[in-house]
């Protein structure tokens, strides 16, 4: 298992390295960090805006700009400077938010995944019931909805409850706040975590309820009931071990998913994490910062793989790891 | 049948246009005219009798079957009745964004003297605080989001089909390589990119869409390879490949039309993806930008009338988006159900 896992992890970094140039290069195309700046005016003289450009390093090619940012990345962990100013440093910005979007995140997979599974295998276990209808129906309604759109109905509603009940606006403090106390984080991680959890569920939901209806199917199935196992046993042991091997998989390809989502959420709710440091990134033509949030994005995806694949060993009895 | 032979052949030549089997054997009867003796003389009865057994009655069953497939599809699709009626509301939804602005009185950028009323006979989804008619910018921000989404559908879903269909065919490293691009692809949030390169592309719709289908194109290149690993190994494809068919014609002819059922549910999910997708960018406003107005546009503006007491503005727009994502995704779910053929046995 650990010299498996060792393995996993050395082919992990060649997947980042590549991930990280490809990214740079849609960066680098997709994002002009003097544009402002040149649209000034009265316009920059030609030389300022060479200044400019060796001061960020942009005076070089593409192939040597990229291997500048890993160099800087790998050697001084720095993520280079950022044109929103001196004063905006992109990895103390980075601490400070990295925690308020992973708490997000985490809870929201972890919500998704209890709520999608529970419903996956009751749907699977009663199909073709009225039970299964509706929650496919609710389903195929999540699944269809304007995340964005649903956020603000939210907020909107959230707003209009808490005036008829007279409770008062409570604040999170500072950016990355603490935890608190458990009440006043609950409230303030609900209505997020719902709306960023809303359309991985309906996705999960379905695909657990058409893995479960494969096992259900299956023969071995059968025999473990011909044995004469506990039904519960049967369903647990059996049937819903292998009907989560494929789970593993749906989840972490979402984990993309959810971690764009956040930069909608964050935005409605007003988080200062690090879909907002995102979004403002893109506002000012931020490259290093844009970078970094996707470097730290791809990271995420990579680790989620990984735990994928170990799940996969413990998960299905047929993988033996030598 | 080896009586028959020289018989029919010799009813054929006098009176050609007579012949029976009409059109579709009218080549071979061709050949057979022009050189009637060559042909009597060259073939056996028993090398005639497993060429027409061979090529002529399959060649009917076959055409008859095909068709039947499809009645078969589109009977099991009108079973779905939630499909169906989707299939109506998005058709009206269509109209509403292509009739609906040339036939409404107002346009989106028209100003009116009603300033922010609620929806009322006159202005039936309301008017801003310009005094423009609501009803009409959703129908401008329905048709440029319909317009968008389908182009990213068609564009991702041939693309990935394409991509897809290389990578299963060809297996081996050509495969590992690919679809190691498709898992990178995958590790890049599409939202993100997506915000990134609609700020620089968003002021060209068409730009726009080509780049959205660029970072959706994975789901479709991941099913269809799947589907291509399993179809290419069956005994039609090796029949092909035994006559002697190219690559590209087994590809394009033989496995392309046999995964087609997956393609085609492919393609409608990604309406959906591409609407919910291109909506959300252009309420963060790295989407459609200003002069055109996507539904997504819509409910930026809307948020701040919504607090302000004027729900429709927001609601109205947010409405036409999930009635656009809701009826795609189950027409794409009656489709499945229909052109899956286990799902009948399911069903019954």
Known sequence: ?322 | MADNLPERDVNDEPVEPEVPPGGRGAEFLGVQGQQPGLTIDAVTPGGEDILQGGTEPPDREFAVEARNQWQLVFRRFRQHKLAVASLVVLFLVILFATVGPVVWKYGPNDFTNDFSVGPSLSHPFGTDSNGADHMAQVMAGTQLSLKIAFTVAIAGTFFGSIYGAFSGFYRGITDTLMMRLVDLVLTIPALAVGALLGKKFGNNWALLAVVLAGLLWTGSARVVRGQVLSVREKEYIEAARALGATDRRIIFRHIIPNVAGPIIVLFTLLVATAVLTETALSYLGFGVQFPDISLGSLVTAGETAATGGRGWLFYFPGLFIILIALTVNFIGDGLRDALDPTQTKARA
């Not at chain 1, 004469?228 to 369903?235: D, E, I, K």
């Not at chain 1, 994928?308 to 060993?313: F, K, P, R, T």
């Open chain 1, 1 to 322: 298992m650990l010299a498996f896992t060792i393995r996993r992890l050395l082919v992990s970094i060649p997947i980042l390295v590549l991930s990280t140039f490809l990214v740079f290069l849609l960066v680098a195309w997709g994002a002009d960090p003097l544009g402002d700046f040149k649209a000034k005016n009265p316009p920059p003289s030609a030389a300022e805006v060479a200044a400019r450009e060796k001061a960020l390093g942009l005076n070089h090619g593409l192939l040597v700009q990229y291997w500048n940012w890993v160099k800087n990345l790998v050697v001084h962990g720095s993520f280079g400077p950022s044109v929103q100013g001196s004063a905006f440093d992109i990895n103390a910005e980075l601490s400070r938010r990295v925690w308020v979007t992973f708490r997000l995140v985490i809870c929201a997979i972890v919500i998704a995944l209890i709520l999608a599974v529970i419903v996956g295998v009751i749907t699977a276990m009663k199909q073709y019931s009225i039970t299964d209808y509706v929650a496919t129906l609710i389903g195929f309604f999540f699944l269809s909805l304007p995340v964005f759109w649903f956020a603000i109905l939210l907020k909107i509603w959230a707003t209009d409850i808490n005036n008829s009940l007279g409770t008062d606006i409570k604040t999170l403090g500072p950016p990355g706040g603490q935890w608190g106390g458990f009440g006043s984080w609950f409230g303030f991680l609900l209505l997020p975590t719902i709306t960023l959890a809303l359309s991985s569920y309906a996705t999960w939901a379905r695909f657990q309820r058409a893995s479960m209806l494969d096992v259900l199917n299956s023969d071995y199935m059968r025999l473990a009931r011909a044995k004469g196992l506990s039904p519960s046993r049967v369903m647990v042991r059996h049937g819903l071990r292998t009907a989560l091997i494929p789970m593993t998989t749906q989840v972490t390809l979402d984990v993309a998913a959810i971690m764009g989502g956040t930069v909608i959420t964050e935005r409605i709710f007003q988080w200062q994490g690090l879909g907002t440091m995102f979004i403002n990134a893109i506002q000012t033509q931020d490259t290093n910062t844009v970078l970094a949030w996707l470097l730290i994005s791809a990271t995420l995806v990579i680790v989620f793989n990984l735990i994928a694949d170990l799940l996969y060993a413990v998960l299905d009895p047929r993988i033996r790891l030598a």
